[in-house]
């Protein structure tokens, strides 16, 4: 399995993972090869299809630990690309709102609205939405879903009244209306309104076989992860709706503005998360398989600030000694880790850089360490004093992993140019941007520091290898591709081949 495989991928903990499980193959089930290598080459989406097609119930415990970390994974990835979409996407429609005259958008003040009640900003929505819905002469359709989202902006600013006036108005006989109708209601806590039965009728009006609107898409995801029904959003994720535009708008005869769901990839994140606990909460009743089940739940807890259940979960993983040496070492900085942001005690302060200490000279471990002080925000000075020191032993493949993880770090402490100068360290040189060879966090962090500093090319590039595998980077590519063209006074307009 590891024939072939850089330095750094023999020490990414997925590479120990996929090893030792295939190596615990039990007589009664056998893992993918052909999924496995997929996880190994950082290709998530393709091996989620793969384990998941025809959706058959999923028994073994094999396959529901290989499937339990691998949505985990792209759980991780499609909240990074949320990030990242959230970033540039409305930088790009700042800029088409801020034209004048005949070219500029009639829709951008719709899709920025949406954008702001996205991020919580409900006062300026509504000042954005009104605007949009001052223009009569538009879809019918989209002023209502601008209406709808009035409302909810009315809501979340406190104006109750005005916003059920609104919705009470609202003909939702359109599927994607009613179901950003649905999605309204929920982000309001509007239980009694039945939010999923109306995104349930709205998913049925779409049909089974037909390309599902990313609005449709949008709020069913976001209804059905409230509900814990991770299964029903993954019968409704396809390529072809997570890649696809909300609206096309055309201006003139030679300008096309596609306008996205910047909600969506986070949504994706979400139900990718709750697949991730589901299959690794199955696989943990296995003898076999508990402890790895248990130090990913661990993981996976951790990351989406679950705190409490991952101090559980990881104290299981590393009980009565079972755990391979490789996943305890990490069990064990995850441990003192979370215990020191429950409890920032100088005993926990203490205890990281003792870990420091013990990992020295394994730059592997180090990299954990850095990465969870930097996810958890602790306090880890002399720790991270020791990583530095540590990588500067060597730029060779196994200390990639270090060098991204201190990248990760100062991008987090907002130094640009130290970030950018260590991750661009770790990536692999002969490989540049493929996704087999680089960790796809650590790309789509390098891409938006290239964003910064005006790098358009190299941002570019990264996302047109990870957009071979991930529908979702189409909306950043193209938010990109705009400002730049706008920047430096082209069309404004985007096409990507």
Not at 80 to 99: G, N, T
Not at 430 to 449: F, H, I
Not at 485 to 490: G, L, R, W, Y
């Amino acid at each position: 399995m590891n024939r072939g495989l850089t330095t750094t991928r023999r020490w990414s903990v997925m590479a120990i993972f996929v090893s030792l499980l295939l190596q615990l193959q039990v007589a009664s089930a056998e893992v993918d090869p052909k999924a496995a290598q997929l996880i190994m080459i950082n290709r998530y989406q393709s091996a989620i299809k793969l384990l998941t097609s025809g959706m058959a119930p999923v028994e073994d415990e094999q396959t529901q630990l290989l499937m339990g970390t691998v949505f985990y994974k792209d759980a991780m990835l499609h909240r990074e690309l949320a990030a990242a979409s959230a970033e540039v996407v409305p930088r790009y429609w700042q800029k088409l709102a801020a034209e004048t005259g005949a070219q500029r958008s009639r829709y951008v003040d719709l899709f920025s609205g949406l954008a702001l009640l996205e991020t919580g900003q409900a006062k300026p929505a509504i000042a954005t939405l009104k605007k949009f819905l001052s223009n009569k002469n538009l879809s019918g359709k989209y002023q209502e879903v601008a209406r709808v989202n009035l409302g909810l902006a009315y809501h979340l600013a406190g104006h109750t009244t005005q916003a059920r006036k609104l919705w009470q108005r609202i003909d939702s006989a359109d599927p994607e209306v009613r179901a950003v109708l649905a999605g309204a209601y929920q982000r309001a806590g509007l239980v009694e309104f039945k939010p999923m039965e109306l995104i349930q009728t709205a998913v049925l009006a779409v049909g089974k076989d037909a390309v599902m609107s990313p609005l449709v898409l949008e709020n069913a995801l976001l209804i059905y992860g409230a509900a814990n029904a991770y299964d029903k959003g993954l019968e409704l994720i396809r390529d072809e709706t997570v890649s696809a535009p909300v609206y096309v708008e055309q201006i003139g005869g030679d300008k096309t503005l596609n306008f996205y769901s910047i909600a969506l990839p986070n949504r994706i994140a979400r139900i990718y998360y709750l697949a991730s606990l589901h299959y690794l909460q199955a696989a943990q009743q296995s003898n076999a398989f508990r402890n790895v089940a248990q130090y990913y739940l661990a993981a996976a807890y951790l990351n989406f600030e679950e705190h409490d259940k991952a101090v559980a979960a990881v104290a299981s993983a590393r009980s009565g000694g079972a755990l391979a040496t490789a996943f305890d070492n990490r069990a064990e900085i995850m441990e003192v880790a979370l215990k020191q942001s429950i409890d920032k005690s100088s005993l926990h302060t203490k205890l990281i850089s003792e870990l420091a200490h013990k990992f020295n000279g394994k730059p592997e471990l180090m990299a954990e360490l850095v990465t969870i002080c930097t996810d958890l925000k602790l306090d880890c000075t002399q720790a991270m004093v020791a990583a530095k020191a540590e990588a500067e032993r060597s730029q060779s493949e196994r200390y990639r992993l270090l060098h991204s993880a201190l990248g990760f770090y100062y991008l987090r402490q907002g130094k640009n140019a130290m970030a950018l100068s260590y991750l661009e360290t770790g990536r692999d040189k002969s490989m540049k941007n493929k996704m087999e060879s680089n960790d796809p966090l650590m790309l789509v962090r390098l891409a938006q520091l290239y964003l910064d500093e005006k790098s358009f090319s190299e941002n570019l590039e990264i996302y047109f290898e990870l957009g071979k595998e991930y529908p979702a980077v189409r909306q950043i590519q193209e938010a990109v591709q705009g400002v730049y063209a706008m920047e430096f006074k082209s069309a404004g307009d985007v096409k990507i081949f």
